[in-house]
């Protein structure tokens, strides 16, 4: 076990060091991050600063802010660990280093979804649970709602993973998929607010075509209380569902791949 707390250790400080040469792209970080923020809270303001609304969707203020801030950790969530492995792969593909990761006595999938960190975007995991944090503090939250959020968000984050993936392992076909992956990006700048917000046709896009609802909308859910069976369950079914598909087109990818050296 201590080895490989070791391990971590080293390759933590070795990122680190990779990232903060240069203090500017620290400071890039945290502008970004703070943009991030802005632009979520400014947009849940304008909702709620109409004259006489108090509820939109049938969602209070903190309710709604709950959502913004599974939204900012779920950005977090992918700046640090999942957008700078994705990205590698249509490179690695491009330039023929894919050899390399196919040849290696590791599980090609695993080694291509980790090996890659974002430190210096870690603080929107922080801003993300300050908001979370903050929004439950007035709000009538129970254990068992949080410990059914925490298992949601978990089904959440292994979602966001398989759709990233899925888009990224297009790149054995088509090379260059920076441009799905940023629309996917888009769309998922609904998930800051709550899903009822939306009109009907929206919302049964963004819960069972595009399921952006699951990600932030149903963990805020689940810790107020308010969550139905039906999504409860369907939520982890849904992120099975995905990572068998995705495991399965992953293996397809690289059963095709024509090696770059061949």
């Given amino acids: ?13 070795a990122t680190l060091s ?3 040469e240069y203090r500017a792209n620290f400071l890039g970080a945290v502008l970004a991050s703070l943009g991030e923020v802005g632009v979520a809270l400014l947009g849940i303001s304008i909702l709620f ?7 939109v969707g049938g969602w209070s203020f903190r309710e709604a802010l709950l959502v913004t801030g599974f939204f900012m950790l779920t950005e977090g969530v992918i700046s640090v660990f999942i957008q700078p492995n994705m990205s590698k792969i249509a490179e690695a593909v491009r330039t023929g280093n894919m050899d390399f990761t196919l040849l290696k006595p590791i599980d090609a999938q695993f080694n291509v979804s980790t090996r890659n960190l974002n430190v210096l975007r870690f603080p929107d995991l922080l801003i993300g649970l300050g908001l979370i944090g903050y929004a439950a503090s007035g709000l009538d939250v129970t254990p068992g709602g949080a410990l059914a959020a925490a298992m949601l968000y978990g089904s959440a984050v292994v979602i966001v ?3 990233y993936l899925g888009l990224s392992t297009t790149a054995f076909w088509f090379v260059k998929t920076q441009n799905v992956t940023e629309l996917f990006s888009g769309v998922f700048g609904a998930a800051r607010f709550p899903v009822a ?9 963004l819960t069972f075509v595009l399921p952006v609802a699951f990600i932030t909308t149903v963990p805020a859910q689940a810790l107020t209380g308010a969550l139905g069976g039906g999504l409860a369950l369907a939520s982890p079914l849904i992120a099975a569902g995905l990572f068998l598909g995705t495991r399965w087109f992953w293996r397809y990818a690289v059963a095709s791949y ?4 061949s």
Avoid: D, E, H, N
């Fill in 1 to 13: 076990m201590r080895r490989y707390l070791r391990l971590v250790r080293i390759f933590v400080g």
């Fill in 161 to 163: 993973y398989c759709i």
């Fill in 258 to 261: 024509t090696s770059a050296s």
């Fill in 197 to 205: 917000a939306f009109p009907v046709p929206v919302r049964f896009v």
């Fill in 18 to 20: 990779a990232q903060l």
């Fill in 49 to 55: 600063g109409q004259p006489g609304v108090t509820q």
